[in-house]
């Protein structure tokens, strides 16, 4: 059986944090932005989630695949986090060890 990990509590936290909050965000861009945003998320969340039912080389690849979509949710936030109504604090961590603050993060 797959070992659950902290990283699953974590994505879960930020997708339910994330879910509401991208209905504040303007009209014009919820069919655009947004849907950029949830798909990068719930892509990191599948990745991960099938990488843990998997071994060597196929499960490296899934990894790869889930820090992809990591990387997007990172970019998408960076780009247009500013414009919409949440603080302007990074949703996810650095990968040196950053933290946040107010928000799950990844």
Known sequence: MAQ???????TFDFLTWLLPMT???P???RHSFTRRLLDAAFD????LEEANLCKGAQRLEKLRAADVALAKV???EANHGGVYSWPRRPLLPSAKGGKTSGRPGI
């Open 4 to 10: 659950e990990t902290p990283i699953f509590t974590r």
């Open 23 to 25: 209905n504040n965000f």
């Open 27 to 29: 009209r014009a861009h």
């Open 44 to 47: 990191l969340r599948e990745w």
């Open 74 to 76: 990172r970019l998408i």
